[in-house]
């Protein structure tokens, strides 16, 4: 049933970005656009995204290194493979796809990578919140981009701040943890109390300073990287914006994936990338190709890649993408590999 649920409020928040895009795109102008763009730019562009997604592996390997030292070279298929399924699935469940291989392939504990995962995405919400702010300073923000700038910052600060706490002292968390679980039947309190000493050794990168200033460093960069295709895209659309449109472009559609849609964050994704071109003054047609265009080459490159990883480490695609949502895993969750902590 949650499942569910959770598939009917995606499906219906995509209808409704969905539905404001098209609503408020030019709709004959987007076509057009679409049929003059220069495509020869697309291959460089995508070229240029795996570049980054090497190093978001490289981000994950500093990540790892207090549980396990797993290289880059080994997690970047991984990687690619979590990014298709985020693609295929609803939930951005690519995440714990990650943490099922890792568990199946390297005996690590599937909290302690959801961790790592876990403070992955918390600093690149804060490089994209820093992005968008930085450029709107200049270029001012629309209604609705100070709104996102304003909810994504408040929450990425205090997220921060509460990893930084349970990172500085894993028994004194443990002991909070236990307090708060003590209303709990003892089964489950042991069991809880497993999950979360897992998922709290999964954060242990933020215990030292030089490997925050690493993960710090290869997010700008990875994210820096991932604007310049978005730039690329827009030379293929003769858009006429500088370098930094695209990296406010970048951060507001990455930050508004985090709201409700179905697999690839289809919807909220063209919406926001659109607006953004529309606020700074790109024609709504031109915007509109710009951000399906651009999606697109987002989504199934990464796919096809995806597949090709899966074959190359013998892992079956049927099996990656059911496994970890079945009951039994979730209930195994922080059980395997708790050696390597």
Known sequence: MLRNRQLWIGIGGTALFLGLFFWRTDLGDMADKLAEANYWWFAPAIAVWFVSAWFRSLRWHYLLRPIANVSTQTLYPVVIIGYMANNLLPARAGELVRAYIMDQRHRLSIM???????????????????????????????????????????????????????????ERSERWLARLLRFLPARLQEKGSQWAGSFIAGLGALQSPWRIAAVLVTSVVAWALEATMYFMVGLSFDLGEAFPIFMMVAAAANLAITLPSTSGGIGPFEFFAKETLDFVGVSRGAAGAYAVALHALLLLPVVAAGLVFLWVINLSLAETLRRPAQPELAAGIGLEGEGNE
Request: net charge negative; glycine share 8%.
């Open 112 to 170: 302690a990578t959801l961790g790592t995962i876990a403070v992955e995405r918390l600093f690149d919400g804060l490089v994209l919140v820093v992005f968008l702010i930085a450029v709107g300073a200049f270029v001012g923000l629309s209604q609705e981009l100070g709104i996102l700038a304003a909810a994504m910052s408040a929450t990425f600060v205090v997220v921060l701040a509460l990893f930084l706490f349970v990172a500085s002292s894993q």
